[in-house]
Nanobody, 116 residues
Framework: QVQLVESGGGLVQAGGSHRLSCAASGSILIFVMGWYRQAPGKQRELVASITVSGNTNYADSVKGRFTISRDNSKRTVYLEMSSLNSEDTAVYYC???????????WGQGTQVTVSS
């Protein structure tokens, strides 16, 4: 089991950049790590994920604007966001998934609000 704590949320100007961090309580070496988001009235959706080997996957809506990365030594996952727009306003959640058992762990979420 692993506990995840997101940080870095806040109010951001449209067109600007921002970085979210997700710190884990233990090793993340065995986990596929991901960032999800949920906007008001919408379902939670995958934003980006990164495998143990570093392969990344992005939602079409953020490709070319967001970058996910992981630092296993720091037990931290990052989400670099750029060219932010109002559609990016949401609560962002960090996720760790153990592929073998499909066990999933979630952080508490961090709010990102993009102001125009």
């Amino acid at each position: 089991q692993v506990q995840l704590v997101e940080s870095g949320g806040g109010l951001v100007q449209a067109g600007g950049s921002h970085r979210l961090s997700c710190a884990a309580s233990g090793s993340i070496l065995i986990f596929v790590m991901g960032w999800y988001r949920q906007a008001p009235g919408k379902q939670r959706e995958l934003v980006a994920s990164i495998t143990v080997s570093g392969n990344t996957n992005y939602a079409d809506s953020v490709k070319g604007r967001f970058t996910i990365s992981r630092d296993n030594s720091k037990r931290t996952v990052y989400l670099e966001m750029s060219s932010l727009n109002s559609e990016d306003t949401a609560v962002y959640y960090c996720n760790a998934e153990y592929a073998s058992t499909k066990s999933r762990f979630w952080g508490q979420g961090t709010q990102v609000t993009v102001s125009s």
